[in-house]
């Protein structure tokens, strides 16, 4: 089954994004941390991680570069999911690995569909 890592401190966010992915025959994992996300993309090894930037021990920046400079860990897709919506913010967000910036607010069918996108390899 295809596997979806949501990172967000939010559990709010977390839910509504679990639910909806859920909805469409995905597995979904979560982290509420950068650093938790590192370890468990490591032992996980999901299909794609949803990681927002703003989050306690661990930024969802640093988590990023962290994933991609892993070796066991650095082919798996980031897509960076926040509310920081600033041109440099998403510009940092690639740089760290991610393949795409989604800001929040979103609907729940913009999200599954750029999942779907990228997880069939047409994202």
Do not use: W
């Not at 999901?46 to 070796?71: H, Q």
């Amino acid at each position: 089954m295809t596997t979806v890592m949501i990172v967000d401190d939010e559990p709010d966010i977390r839910r509504l994004v679990s639910f909806s992915l859920k909805r469409h025959g995905l597995e979904v994992i979560e982290a509420n941390d950068g650093l938790s996300a590192c370890a468990m993309a490591e032992t996980e090894k999901p299909d794609l991680i949803l990681m927002d930037v703003m989050m306690p021990i661990m930024n969802g920046f640093e988590a990023s570069r962290r994933i991609k400079e892993n070796p066991a860990t650095a082919g798996i897709p980031i897509v960076m999911l926040s509310a920081k919506s600033q041109t440099y913010e998403q510009e940092q967000g690639l740089q760290t690995g991610a393949i795409q910036y989604i800001t929040k607010p979103f609907t729940p069918a913009e999200l599954v569909g750029q999942v779907t996108s990228h997880l069939s390899g047409k994202g």
